[in-house]
């Protein structure tokens, strides 16, 4: 089982908005409404900011938002805050017996 | 809120056991019908999941380490353990505990633990 593509960088100013794809293929991201995408900080646990696509678990900001066309799922980041610097991972459950598989990861940039 | 903190050796000989503990707290592992998972990062590499345990001790792993890993729960500690045997180099990584899957989710997660396969 391949991890998910995604994109190694996306960069944006403060108060922009960027999105970051994730793209899997017809046993994982294009089949299940089973893709979540994590927050990774240094020296931080990771931290879910979405799951089952688009829903936000409580505390996570509106700013976040996530998506899914086909095989390719999307998390948006809109007004975009230094806080937001961070490695982003997208996540699909798959019907390959691995279950779970993990994308490329993002390095999101605040300029 | 619930909180997952690892714990174990830094440090591996290839051939031997790696052992970790993850200590749940802010509520307990047998309620609230929630799975328990190990998830790594190799360095510089992206997450890979390594598998789950339901506070029954029903498991289920990748496949890639089935014939190496053992995961296990104490509900009387509200711990769940991770053994994987005969390491090698490959299994250096952080290694995190996380609460799930539930739906596509994991959360929340441990800070994690480094662990380096070394002589």
């Known amino acids: 089982q391949s991890a998910l593509t995604q994109p190694a960088s996306v960069s944006g100013s403060p108060g922009q908005s960027i999105t970051i794809s994730c793209t899997g293929t017809s046993s994982d991201v294009g089949v299940f409404n089973y893709v979540s995408w994590y927050q990774l900080h240094p020296d931080k646990a990771p931290r879910l900011m979405i799951y089952d696509v688009s829903n936000r678990p409580s505390g996570v900001s509106n700013r976040f938002s996530g998506s899914k066309s086909g095989n390719t799922a999307s998390l948006t980041i809109s007004g975009l805050q230094a806080e937001d610097e961070a490695d982003y991972y997208c996540s699909s459950y798959t019907s390959s017996s691995t279950l779970y598989v993990f994308g490329t990861g993002t390095k999101v940039t605040v300029l | 809120q619930v909180q997952l903190q690892e714990s174990g050796p830094g440090l591996v000989k290839p051939s031997q056991t790696l052992s970790l503990t993850c200590t749940v707290s802010?509520?307990?592992?047998?309620?609230?019908?929630?799975?328990w998972s190990w998830i790594r990062q190799h360095p510089g590499k992206g997450l890979e999941w390594i598998g789950y345990?339901?506070?029954?001790?029903?498991?289920y792993y990748n496949p890639s380490l089935t014939s190496r890993l053992t995961i296990s729960v104490d509900t009387s500690k509200n711990q769940f353990s991770l053994k994987l045997s005969s390491v090698t180099a490959a299994d250096t990584a952080v290694y995190y505990c996380a609460r799930g899957p539930y739906g596509s989710g994991f959360g929340p997660w441990g800070q994690g633990t480094l662990v380096t396969v070394s002589s």
């Open positions: 345990i339901y506070y029954t001790g029903s498991t």
């Open positions: 802010g509520g307990s592992i047998s309620s609230g019908g929630y799975y």
